[in-house]
T-cell receptor, first 115, second 111 residues
Framework: SAVISQKPSRDICQRGTSLTIQCQVD?????MFWYRQQPGQSLTLIATANQGSEATYESGFVIDKFPISRPNLTFSTLTVSNMSPEDSSIYLC????????????FGPGTRLTVT | AQSVSQHNHHVILSEAASLELGCNYS??????LFWYVQYPGQHLQLLLKYFSGDPLVKGIKGFEAEFIKSKFSFNLRKPSVQWSDTAEYFC?????????FGAGTTVTVRA
């Protein structure tokens, strides 16, 4: 398995501002993922981030709103831009590891509240 | 897109009771199946996984799950729960690297 840390663990932000969330892994991994977990709901994949290529976004998520960087094999950032209260969620990063790299291991999440 | 459905939103049990959580997935072909658990205040942890082979898989903390291909199901079981099993349980499926999650089941175990 992999050990994943995220910063910040939580934040309260004003409407219209942006927040960058960092994800750090203790080993080199090819694939990293960003998820959103809205209050009382399940996890929804935002995008897949591979080092050396542009992130691939899922339907309903766009790069202008959620720009992602993946500068190396152990680090990624997700920015939530021009925030509104609807962006209040837990944002999680995960990495593909384990058997055939099909298993995913998750970070502790970043709890974002937008006021 | 693939979908995963979990039958129960909230399950309340007494200690030593048996637990079974239902999970169905929507797609055919090769599928990888997972159960994740999120204990209060903790991050999501992998409980068990199925890729191929024996359809009865055993995970951590005494949990097991059975893959029934004909029913597109991957139900989670534990013969005797403990108070510490109080958590949110998520079923997930993939046929590539992207996971689709069920809505989750909150399990409350009363002492």
């Amino acid at each position: 398995s992999a050990v994943i840390s995220q910063k910040p663990s939580r934040d309260i932000c004003q409407r219209g501002t942006s927040l960058t969330i960092q994800c750090q892994v203790d080993s080199q991994v090819t694939m990293m993922f960003w998820y959103r977990q809205q209050p009382g709901q399940s996890l929804t994949l935002i995008a897949t981030a591979n080092q050396g290529s542009e992130a691939t976004y899922e339907s309903g998520f766009v790069i202008d709103k959620f720009p992602i960087s993946r500068p190396n094999l152990t680090f990624s950032t997700l920015t939530v831009s021009n925030m509104s209260p609807e962006d209040s969620s837990i944002y999680l990063c995960s990495v593909a590891a384990g058997t055939g790299a099909y298993e995913q291991y998750f970070g502790p999440g970043t709890r974002l509240t937008v006021t | 897109a693939q979908s995963v459905s979990q039958h129960n939103h909230h399950v309340i049990l007494s200690e030593a009771a048996s637990l079974e959580l239902g999970c169905n997935y929507s797609y055919g072909g090769t599928v990888n199946l997972f159960w994740y658990v999120q204990y209060p205040g903790q991050h999501l942890q992998l409980l068990l996984k199925y890729f191929s082979g024996d359809p009865l898989v055993k995970g951590i903390k005494g949990f097991e799950a059975e893959f029934i291909k004909s029913k597109f199901s991957f139900n989670l079981r534990k013969p005797s729960v403990q108070w510490s099993d109080t958590a949110e349980y998520f079923c997930a499926a993939s046929n590539d690297y992207k996971l689709s999650f069920g809505a989750g089941t909150t399990v409350t175990v009363r002492a």
